[in-house]
């Protein structure tokens, strides 16, 4: 059994039929990256998965851990270990680093007591301190205003805040988007760190070369359907996928 399974998966914008039949898994301990130009699906595949509405799954299912999450609220789903980090990094540009975090505990403590008793909460995400452990940058950076962050080290915030709370599985939608190279490298290094330490990450990227290097497998979507499945080293080698539905 993997991890999150996505079995023929249908999703639609009111009318508009968006992901077509999406099948993809993502085993326990890897880094998968679902790639993919511009408007592919790429974003709607993550929401389909993380409850977001839109977009609506009418077909197909979505299992994480063995279980059926297809139609569970974005909350529950984010109770059961899936964390995401949407294309817009929401961090407070007002706030410092420190108080970033600090409000990303409560706000997941809050969510997640919604409708439960207490003791359903064990889930505990990483502490303040683990946090300034794996991200040096934001240690240094605690008093600084958000806003005032690089966009790299806005990044790194955005991924700290999602894994306040317990992550089992990491949605990243875009992480590099805007990013320099030296500093795309900086957020790989933090992405294979995550990984490292027992997190699943399923990233969404237009910057295939960028993904390619950290991934352990690999899917292409093109118009909301699957079109190739491999290993990150298969798909270097396959120059015809690349070059028709990623440009490079
Ligand atoms: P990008 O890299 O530009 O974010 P993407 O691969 O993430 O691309 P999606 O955002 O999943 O693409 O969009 C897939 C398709 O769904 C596009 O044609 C887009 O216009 C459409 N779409 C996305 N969001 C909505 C919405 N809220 N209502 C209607 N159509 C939408």
Do not use: W
């Amino acid at each position: 059994m993997s991890l999150l399974e996505l079995s023929e998966v249908d999703s639609y914008y009111g009318q508009s039929h968006i992901l077509r039949d999406v099948t993809m898994d993502v085993e326990e301990g890897e880094i998968c990256a679902l790639l993919g130009r511009n408007g592919a699906g790429k974003t709607t595949t993550l929401r389909s998965i993380s409850g977001a509405r839109p977009p609506e799954v009418r077909d197909g299912s979505v299992t994480f851990k063995g279980e059926d999450i297809t139609d569970l609220s974005p909350e529950d789903i984010s109770s059961r270990g899936i964390s995401l980090v949407p294309e817009e990094r929401r961090v407070f540009p007002n706030l410092t680093v420190a108080e970033n975090l600090h409000l990303a505990e409560v706000t997941n403590n809050a969510s997640n007591t919604v409708g439960r008793t207490i003791p359903e909460v064990e889930h505990a995400g990483m502490t303040t301190d683990q946090v300034y452990e794996e991200f040096p940058r934001l240690d240094e950076r605690r008093t600084q205003q958000a806003g005032t962050l690089s966009g790299g080290e806005q990044q790194m915030l955005a991924i700290a805040r999602a894994l306040k709370q317990s992550t089992d599985l990491l949605l990243l939608d875009e992480p590099y988007e805007g990013l320099a190279p030296q500093i795309i490298a900086d957020v790989e290094d933090a992405i294979e760190r995550i990984s490292e330490s027992g997190t699943t990450i399923l990233l969404v990227e237009q910057n295939a070369v960028a993904a390619m290097d950290i991934a352990d497998r690999c899917y292409v979507v093109d118009q909301g359907s699957i079109v190739f499945e491999g290993s990150a080293a298969e798909l270097r080698q396959d120059d015809e996928t690349r070059e028709r539905y990623l440009g490079v």
